[in-house]
Nanobody
Framework: QVQLVESGGGLVQAGGSLKLSCTAS????????VGWFRQSPGKEREFVAA????????YYADNVKGRFTISRDNAKNTVYLQMNSLKPEDTADYYC??????????????????WGQGTQVTVSS
């Protein structure tokens, strides 16, 4: 079992920044993949960014590339999402997930085994 807790969401003006955290507890394996997804009302869940903890390989959605940065602190079992140059269209509930097989496609939310409760991000124009 893996438990995930997100934090760091809030209200920010367009152009501002927020840093989300995803802290994991439980049976954490080195080959876990951790991903950030978001969902806004009436829209499907959308991939944002992911990192494979063992290799450090990182993936970004095209619409956040250059603005968002995913990073990890293995000692703290925490993955961060630094979000800069935020836009109103970034408004959503942000969720982190853990993919524990080690071979799943991290861009696909269906590959994830565990999810956090989400944190809300609102970007005002």
């Amino acid at each position: 079992q893996v438990q995930l807790v997100e934090s760091g969401g809030g209200l920010v003006q367009a152009g501002g920044s927020l840093k989300l955290s995803c802290t994991a507890s439980g049976r954490i394996f080195n080959n876990v993949g951790v991903g950030w997804f978001r969902q806004s009302p009436g829209k499907e869940r959308e991939f944002v960014a992911a990192i494979r903890l063992s290799s450090g390989r990182i993936y970004y959605a095209d619409n956040v590339k250059g603005r968002f940065t995913i990073s990890r602190d293995n000692a703290k079992n925490t993955v961060y999402l630094q979000m800069n140059s935020l836009k109103p269209e970034d408004t959503a509930d942000y969720y982190c997930g853990a993919e524990t097989s080690g071979i799943g496609v991290l861009l696909d939310g269906l590959e994830y085994d565990y999810w956090g409760q989400g944190t809300q991000v609102t970007v005002s124009s």
